[in-house]
């Protein structure tokens, strides 16, 4: 607690006394603590050593400046002591930094402590999809997480490798195609919305890729869950029926699923079941709003590039019934 | 055959310098044909110096594209080509050639050598390098430049994930880079074991020649772990193997290890020789000597040793578990002393010197400045926990930046600045060259310094955009800024260096009061490079020869714990004015031009040609190519071979 504190006020200092979104000094769980308490610590030594070898330097420099009517200087070679001493400096240096590390690395990747919730985490090119209680609950964009709850967060790839990094919460770890041994965890001490994104280069939309992760009251995120497990609404008016038989005809149900339309299954895209229930979509790239899902419906790879969803040559009427029956999957 | 005559002596003194019988070097065709150490350095030194501006043009658009959120300068693909290629730009056609250029010129000189041991196979380097470097850049016009990065992580390089030619052009043209870097590496090893001026013992050496002979040794081992990696990737690419794809039993990770494997090593090849140059340049311009000889080779000797035991500390985030994780933090922290150590010794050699600050100067201890920033942030990765938060972020584009600009590319400008006189005969304009060296290190650091909070900010990197509510706006619009002022100053260096080839004062031999070889002949030296051997009795051969009491007294010194003048146990060595120990041959007999090397440079790249153009010709296509350049290669090697010397 104290540590944090002082980290904080450390943090405020360097990071010009602004907390955006994705800064690294937001530490919200025992994990983000540790790491960046470790880093604050690489940071001190690190300034220390290099502004008083630059001191150094820079005094060599004006003080031994050449004059006019200097004779030849003596022609030390060297002197065994001072290298020793300044050899075995650095070494304490190291060593110390490395002693306080090797323990963190190993509370860090222990085995997450029991009781806690698995979530799988899946990277696909360009969206994060996020999984619960053994597939029940599928999701993607937004990771909500009980707060005071430890989270063991499961790392997996559909494509090729992508890296979860939500800084708030902690490290970063890379998803692999075909392994299922990569896991973070830690326990979230704040309610609140703290965004991330892909950290390793995945193709053309890398930068487009991003997540949320909502961190609830454990009230909060029961309801949500529960609700999460219900299958989808059917459509109440005009347009939303409509545009699910839209979303039939055009192929959406190819790459989409949506609970409770038993020809929806496809699995190459998001679950759309609670598409309304979610703040951002396509990679939390865009807000949730009609006007920025008519754009994106209109020509997906144009607003993002690489984009596995094909533009389907939708005109404005099926944009318009897709959108209403988009907005009842609540 | 480059037939010279000898000089004319009058009681052993040279009173007129010998004579090429037959003119060796006429025209624009002897450029093809050279095998002369010096013009292959040359060579170098110009390639190298255009793809460092086709390099530094990417990176201005990349920073242009970053000027605001969500700007539309360039496409998503675009940007990713264009950070590819100048990475790759960067590191294999301008930093190693550009350290190159000065292996050619300089190794011979200060060894008091009159070639290569290969002169040759350096040929060969030189022309593979070249055709290697426009191969990977025709890729632009030719379907696409590769957009993977320059690390180009499996299985994003599969042919599912990069079905373009883009990715083919990378790694056949690696591949022909990497064929350059071995073969020069070989004979410059050779070069530096084999042909060392008598007395001319190894911890007589000068220090660049060391730092050179350490970095050939890194490139012999490190390269054949990426030409593995891209034979791998070229079987899965072409052949419908599975080396890097997971639902077939391979995995992507081993890509990595390959990779990284050369990886580390390949950055200490990159700051190395410019570790070496700046081990020259300070001590001349102290006017003292190297602070810790001895022990700056040891270091050196040491990084390199220790530089294959770290690789995946650039792996911190793949999961590679606990025990993976804290060997390698513990190796990386380690190699962080030798490295170190070295800053202390620079300092050393400056204190208490009587210190010029001429351009060399300038940009030696501007290199000093910059590689304590880099050098700090790398010990910041090195902790994993904290690398976790670090890891592909700005954070690591400033480090990089600050050891790769603010190390290698101010350690060459130092040597460009240093060697210029003896490579060309006229001195480089100092008015010029500070106004160089100033505005590259305000605007390097504007452009690189704001980074570091750019990615703590969580900026990843490699992405064509950002959002605006992340808060790097205006830091990124810091970095464009510089980088533009960048550009300004290395366009005030090529200014310098046109006008001064055309009309710079003309160039002492020994403008700077040199301590190595290449001082004592004339600049630019005769194509011969010395009348006579010289012999040598002491480290800082030249310095020992100008000014006798300057001289080391042996190989190993005791210094007195005080400091202060060395002093060893007695050893009667007499520096004798006139040494003749070699008598000038009648006949100075130096290595023939030949086409060969270019031939076999040209095979060798025709063997790639047919993996690339096979997707519009047809697979067929590639065994014809290869089978055609491998004639050619082969034949050429064989010409090579029963021509006469």
Redesign the interface.
């Known amino acids: 607690m104290c540590l944090t504190l002082c980290v904080g006020i450390a943090v405020l200092l360097i990071?010009?006394c602004?907390v955006?979104?994705?800064?690294?000094?937001n530490p919200r769980s025992e994990y983000a603590d540790?790491?960046?308490s470790?880093?604050m610590?690489?940071?001190y030594?690190?300034?220390a050593?290099?502004v008083l070898?630059?001191a150094?330097?820079?005094f060599?420099?004006i003080r031994?400046?050449?004059?006019a009517g200097?004779?030849?200087?003596?022609?030390?070679?060297?002197?065994?002591?001072?290298?020793f001493i300044?050899?075995t400096i650095?070494?304490l240096i190291?060593?110390w930094?490395?002693f306080v590390?090797?323990p963190?690395?190993?509370t860090?990747?222990?085995p997450a402590p029991q009781p806690s919730m698995l979530v799988q985490v899946i990277g696909h090119?360009f969206w994060w999809e996020f999984q619960y209680e053994d597939g029940s609950v599928i999701t993607a964009n937004e990771m909500h997480l009980p707060v005071g709850r430890t989270a063991n967060l499961q790392?997996l790839s559909g494509?090729?490798?992508h890296?979860f990094w939500i800084?708030a919460l902690?490290?970063?770890?890379?998803a692999?195609?075909?392994?299922t041994?990569?896991y973070v965890w830690m326990t979230p001490n704040s309610v609140g919305e703290f965004?991330?994104?892909?950290?390793?280069?995945?193709?053309?939309?890398?930068?487009?890729m991003?997540e949320r992760a909502i961190i609830q009251t454990q009230a909060e995120f029961d309801a949500w869950l529960a609700a999460q497990k219900q299958p989808a609404a059917a459509p109440a008016d005009g347009p939303a029926t409509e545009g699910s038989q839209v979303f039939v005809q055009k192929g959406c149900i190819g790459c989409h699923a949506i609970q409770g339309v038993p020809s929806a299954q496809g699995k190459v895209g998001p679950n759309l079941t609670h598409f309304a229930s979610r703040g951002t979509f396509a990679g939390s790239l865009f807000e949730n709003t009609t006007a920025d899902l008519r754009r994106w419906l209109k020509d997906p790879p144009k607003e993002k590039?690489?984009s596995v969803m094909p533009n389907l040559g939708l005109n404005d009427h099926e944009i318009d019934v897709l959108v209403a029956y988009l907005q009842s999957l609540k | 055959m480059a037939v010279v005559t000898a000089p004319v002596e009058h009681g052993g003194m040279i009173v007129a310098p010998p004579t090429i019988a037959a003119p060796a070097y006429r025209g624009l065709w002897s450029w093809f044909t050279t095998v002369d150490h010096k013009r292959i350095g040359i060579l170098y030194g110009v390639s190298a110096g255009t793809f460092f501006v086709i390099g530094g043009i990417e990176a201005l658009v990349i920073r242009l594209q970053l000027w605001v959120p969500n700007n539309t300068l360039v496409t998503a693909q675009t940007f990713n080509s264009l950070f590819t290629m100048h990475a790759l730009t960067m590191i294999f056609l301008a930093i190693m050639p550009l350290s190159a250029a000065f292996f050619n010129f300089i190794i011979p000189l200060q060894i008091g050598a009159r070639d290569v041991a290969f002169p040759r196979l350096n040929a060969f380097s030189y022309w593979a390098f070249i055709l290697g470097g426009i191969m990977l850049n025709v890729s632009f016009l030719l379907g696409g430049a590769p957009d993977a990065g320059w690390f180009a992580y499996a299985n994003l390089t599969s042919r599912q994930f990069s079905p373009g030619p883009g990715l083919d052009f990378y790694m056949l043209s690696l591949q022909i880079l990497g064929v350059a870097s071995l073969a020069a590496a070989l004979n410059f090893f050779v070069t530096i074991v084999n042909m060392r001026a008598p007395g001319l013992s190894f911890m007589r050496m000068p220090i660049f020649c060391w730092m050179s002979l350490v970095t050939m040794v890194l490139l012999l081992l490190a390269f054949p772990s990426i030409t593995v990696g891209l034979i791998l990737l070229m079987f899965d690419r072409f052949f419908g193997t599975n080396f890097y794809s997971v639902p077939h039993g391979g995995d992507p990770i081993l890509w990595q290890h390959l990779f990284w494997v050369f990886g580390h090593p390949e950055v200490y090849i990159l700051i190395l020789p410019g570790m070496g140059v700046v081990s020259e340049i300070i001590p001349v311009f102290s006017r003292k000597p190297l602070f810790g000889y001895a022990v700056m080779v040891y270091s050196g000797i040491a990084i390199a040793f220790l530089s294959f035991g770290v690789w995946a500390h650039h792996m911190f985030a793949v999961g590679l578990g606990p025990l993976a994780d804290a060997v390698f933090a513990s190796t990386t922290m380690l190699i962080a002393v030798p490295t170190g150590v070295k800053i202390f010794n620079w300092i050393g050699t400056m204190h208490r010197g009587s210190v010029s600050f001429k351009t060399p100067m300038l940009f030696a201890v501007g290199f000093i400045a910059m590689f304590i920033i880099g050098g700090v942030t790398g010990i910041m990765h090195a902790s994993p926990p904290a690398d976790l938060i670090q890891h592909d972020t700005y954070f690591i584009v400033a480090h990089i930046h600050y050891v790769l600009i603010g190390g290698s590319i101010m350690a060459l400008f130092a040597g460009i600045y240093y060697w210029f006189p003896k490579m060309s005969g006229r001195m480089l304009n100092e008015t010029l060259g500070a106004w160089n060296f100033w505005t590259f290190f305000i605007f390097f650091n504007l452009t690189f310094m704001p980074m570091h909070w750019t990615g703590l900010l969580g900026m990843p990197r490699r992405v064509y955009t950002y959002g605006p509510e992340l808060g790097v706006t205006g830091l990124n619009q810091l970095s464009t800024i510089g980088a533009i002022g960048l550009g300004f100053s290395v366009l005030i260096f090529v200014v310098n260096l046109f006008l001064s080839l055309r009309s710079g004062d003309p160039a002492p031999d020994d403008p700077w009061d040199g301590a190595t070889l290449e001082w004592s002949i004339p600049s630019p030296p005769p194509v011969y490079n010395f009348a006579r051997i010289p012999m040598v009795h002491s480290r800082d051969a030249w310095w020992a020869m100008k000014h006798p009491e300057r001289m080391h007294l042996d190989a190993i010194e005791v210094t007195p714990l005080a400091g202060g003048p060395a002093h060893a146990t007695e050893q009667a060595h007499e520096v004798v004015a006139t040494t003749a120990v070699s008598d000038v041959p009648p006949v100075i007999h130096m290595p023939s031009p030949s086409y060969f090397p270019l031939l076999a440079a040209v095979g060798l790249a025709l063997m790639a040609v047919g993996l690339l153009v096979a997707d519009t010709a047809g697979p067929s296509v590639i065994p014809i190519f290869a089978i055609t350049g491998l004639v050619v290669l082969l034949g050429s090697i064989y010409g090579w071979s029963f021509e006469s010397a």
Request: proline share 8%.
């Open positions: 990071a010009g602004e955006t979104p994705q800064t690294a000094f540790e790491g960046l470790l880093f610590l690489t940071i030594a690190g300034v050593v290099g070898v630059e150094i330097l820079v060599a420099a031994y400046r050449r004059r200097d004779r030849l200087p003596p022609q030390i070679h060297g002197n065994t002591l001072i290298e300044w050899t650095p070494v190291v060593a930094i490395l590390t090797l963190v690395i190993f860090s990747q222990a090119q790392l494509d090729v490798i890296s800084p902690g490290g970063k770890r890379d692999f195609p075909g392994h041994t990569n965004p991330g994104q892909c950290y390793q280069l995945c193709g053309y939309s890398h930068g487009n991003r590039p690489g």
